[in-house]
């Protein structure tokens, strides 16, 4: 079997979406278990000039599901609205996000290698052929945000460990 467009992307992307979900039943958890409100991970960054926990968890959406709706569209604009404020939203964001992709079509995808797709954010414009920006721009996006996540998590004394940002890897049947 050939690695295809499909192969190398969504399979990744839902082992991720898991893992996110794990992280956000754990800092559930933790805030049950601490008394902490859900707002201060919520809100949580590691540094005062990034963005919060909720808008990372948003930007693994964004940079799987959304990069294959922009893919369609042929062109993506960062997405500038609030992240969803709340754990009970950004679950069933994630949620949503996950069945999407399980209904992704392989063949619908991989029929959109070598089509042009632009990243539009104003005065920066990229462009890319599809799978180019599926693998070096959405893709690294994604790892970045999900990572960012677990850190901040981790910055706040949520006990999670490097299995559950990994999740479950695809191992031979």
Not at 5 to 23: F, K
Not at 89 to 98: F, K, N, P, Q
Not at 113 to 141: H, I, T, Y
Not at 164 to 172: A, E, I, M, V
């Amino acid at each position: 079997m050939s690695i295809t467009l499909y192969s190398a992307t969504v399979p990744a992307w839902l082992q991720v979406l898991h893992s996110i979900s794990g992280l956000l039943d754990k800092a559930e958890a933790f805030c049950a278990e601490t008394g902490l409100a859900p707002d201060e991970l919520i809100q949580a960054r590691l540094a005062d000039d990034m963005l919060p926990f909720a808008y990372q968890i948003r930007a693994t959406t964004t940079h799987s599901l959304g990069a294959l709706e922009a893919l369609r569209a042929g062109v993506i604009h960062p997405d500038r609205s609030a992240p969803p404020a709340t754990m009970v939203a950004l679950r069933e964001l994630v949620g949503r996000t996950i069945v999407a992709l399980e209904a992704v079509d392989a063949e619908d995808l991989n029929s959109y290698v070598g089509k042009d797709m632009r990243f539009d954010a104003g005065a920066l414009v990229l462009d890319f052929v599809a799978e180019d920006f599926l693998l070096s721009f959405a893709q690294p996006n994604l790892y970045f945000h999900a990572v960012t996540a677990y850190d901040i998590l981790r910055s706040k004394g949520v006990q999670v460990g490097k299995r559950d940002y990994l999740g479950r890897p695809r191992t031979k049947a």
